[in-house]
C-alpha cells in the first residue's frame, strides 16, 4: 500500500484484530505500533470492538490492560481474511 493510500474502516479493524490474535494478548501500545493509530483513533475502534463483542479487555496482575478477542472476534477476523483474500485476488484494495 503506497503510504498516501487510506485505510479502510474495515481494514483497520482487520489489523486490530489480527494484532491481537497474533500476540494472543495484546497491550495497548502493540496494537498502537503494528496497526499504526493514534491512540485517539485507536481507543475509539477499541470502543466499537469491545461494544460489538469482539474484544475483551482485562487487567493483568501488574495493572496493565490487555486485550483478547472473544470467540466471535475470531470468526470475525477468519471472514474478513476470507474477504481480503478475494479482493486481492481481483486486485481490489479493501
Known amino acids: ?3 498516501s493510500e487510506y485505510r479502510s474502516k474495515m481494514r483497520i479493524i482487520f489489523d486490530i484484530l489480527d494484532t491481537i490474535d497474533e500476540e494472543g494478548e495484546a ?4 496494537i498502537l505500533y503494528r496497526a ?3 491512540y485517539d483513533r485507536l481507543k475509539r ?8 463483542g469482539l474484544v475483551k479487555e482485562e487487567t493483568d496482575r501488574k495493572g496493565r ?3 483478547y478477542l472473544t470467540g466471535n472476534g475470531r470468526k470475525m477476523l477468519n471472514e474478513l481474511r476470507k474477504v481480503i483474500s478475494l ?4 486486485g481490489l484494495r479493501v
Do not use: H, P, R, V
Open 1 to 3: 500500500m503506497k503510504e
Open 45 to 52: 475502534y477499541l470502543n466499537e470492538l469491545m461494544g460489538a
Open 65 to 67: 490492560k490487555l486485550f
Open 36 to 38: 499504526n493509530l493514534s
Open 27 to 30: 497491550k495497548i501500545t502493540t
Open 87 to 90: 479482493a486481492d485476488a481481483f
